[in-house]
């Protein structure tokens, strides 16, 4: 079964660094680039960027261009999301999702979609 | 970035019922549209790409059209089980973008 674990919630201060992270499993991780999307509350999905872990090839929404990292260690199966300094603003539920393409030839979707870690930024 | 619209924002309807929901893209994507189900406290959960293509192990109730800027998410003889939210997006370019999403309740 292919999977996406991502790691638990976190609440941190304004100001604050965090990682968070997704593991997968069930398919050859090094092969498909990883979506990370934030969802703010009663919000719709915002698409963060992508990393493809056989290379740590990254692209980035300009809306969160250096706002975020990614990062990926394919020989653990694991994606990271990172802050270096945290805001109110980034409090969220953040997921991971693979992004599968397939046939028609350049289409693309996001499945499966990891459980989502919270990410909750308060003084 | 190419914004996506969808309506209606909300809907209510009985068991057995056809829902239709509509989506907009600012600019022609082609057939380059998903639809996701979200459920409260999951995640989303990809039911068509592709515009018509339904994905493996969804049921044949879900069907996708359309192309261009508008397409259409219908729901026919709508299970208890259809409640949540569905959103459209676009993957003809970056960023990809989704739309505000349709609430589904189910009377």
């Known amino acids: 079964e292919v999977e996406l674990v991502q790691s638990g919630a976190e609440v941190k201060k304004p100001g604050e660094s965090l990682k968070i992270s997704c593991k997968g499993s069930g398919y050859s991780f090094s092969d498909y680039w990883i979506a990370w999307v934030r969802q703010m509350p009663g919000k719709g999905p915002e698409w963060m960027g992508i990393?493809?872990?056989?290379?740590?090839?990254?692209r980035y929404s300009p809306s969160f261009e250096g706002q975020v990292t990614f990062s990926a260690d394919k020989s653990i199966n694991t994606a990271y999301l990172q802050w270096s300094s945290l805001q109110a603003s980034d409090t969220a539920i953040y997921y991971c999702?693979?992004?599968?393409?397939?046939?028609?030839?350049?289409?693309?979707?996001?499945?499966?979609w990891g459980q989502g870690t919270l990410v909750t930024v308060s003084s | 970035d190419i914004q996506m619209t969808q309506s209606p924002s909300s809907l209510s309807a009985s068991v057995g019922d056809t829902v239709t929901i509509s989506c907009r893209a600012s600019?022609?994507?082609?057939?380059?549209l998903n639809w996701y189900q979200q459920k409260p406290g999951k995640a989303p959960k990809v039911l068509i790409y592709a515009a018509s293509r339904l994905q493996s192990g969804v049921p044949s109730r879900f069907s996708g059209s359309g192309s261009g800027t508008e397409f259409t998410l219908i729901i026919s003889s709508l299970q208890p089980e259809d409640f949540g939210t569905y959103y459209c997006q676009q993957s003809y370019s970056n960023p990809r973008t989704f739309g505000p999403g349709t609430k589904v309740d189910i009377k």
């Open positions: 600019q022609n994507i082609r057939r380059y």
């Open positions: 999702a693979r992004h599968v393409e397939g046939v028609p030839v350049d289409h693309n979707w996001f499945d499966p």
């Open positions: 990393i493809y872990p056989g290379d740590s090839d990254t």
